[in-house]
């Protein structure tokens, strides 16, 4: 059977604003099952707590080994590819996967080194469109449409899997060709809280709606993957046109 540790290593599954330990807990014992073993919690209303423990059912270096921050802007800081589950459409615009259709994604961008993160939202309410704008990609699990509910840790389950048999039998999707590092996602949002504030500095807005605007832009930009090098180039011409924008300014 061919070793996955290495892919599997450069995998991250990050559950935001968890409400019941329970899930935490089952969600490692999921991962661990497939493989995996890096859990990121962004919030958790309790953690750590012996309901996490009793339902890892033995999987405790995953949750003694768990990083709990704040936001998930921390959570994926350093990540190149970020996917969010997410069982209905929402008004952030991503390209949508199913779990196997996103299995080679992440193996090729594990191999080719990248960081990557698969998000999972609340148990209730799942991920806010303000955290779906800071994922690459949305992956949804085609359950059945008459009764599509899947809990927390069923989610995991399921995403753990096929990324799994993803691993073990399918080549990967081909790395883009760099000669730079792609930008990570703290990066990107730099460019992106960036791209904003130019943007009300030209007053390019006039009438439009901010929103809507950036939506198609963070779209833009995170299909098209800039390195780092790209990146810092376009937030050079940002900040010449900020510095434009500060000298038209009447004294």
Known sequence: MPDISVPAARVRFVLVRTSQPGNIGAAARAIRTMGFSRLVLVAPQRFP????????????TVLDQAIVVPDLRSAIADCRAVYGATARQRSVA????????????VHGAALAGDEIALVFGNERTGLENDE?????????IPAAPDY???????????????LRVGFLGNPPAPAP?????????GQMEGFF???STTLDDIEFHKGRSPETIMLRLRKLFL????????????????????RMARLARPR
Do not use: K, M, W
């Open 49 to 60: 707590d012996p309901e996490a423990t009793a339902f890892a059912v033995g999987a405790d």
């Open 94 to 105: 991503l390209q949508e996967f199913t779990p196997r259709e996103v299995a080679p994604q």
């Open 132 to 140: 779906l704008a800071l994922c690459h990609g949305a992956v949804h």
């Open 148 to 162: 599509s509910s899947l809990n927390l840790a069923q989610a995991v389950q399921v995403l753990a899997y096929e």
């Open 177 to 185: 060709h760099r000669t730079d590092p792609a930008a990570s996602a």
């Open 193 to 195: 809280e960036h791209l």
């Open 223 to 242: 299909r098209a993957q800039p390195d780092e090098r790209e990146l810092r180039v376009l937030r050079g011409i940002l900040a010449d046109a900020q």
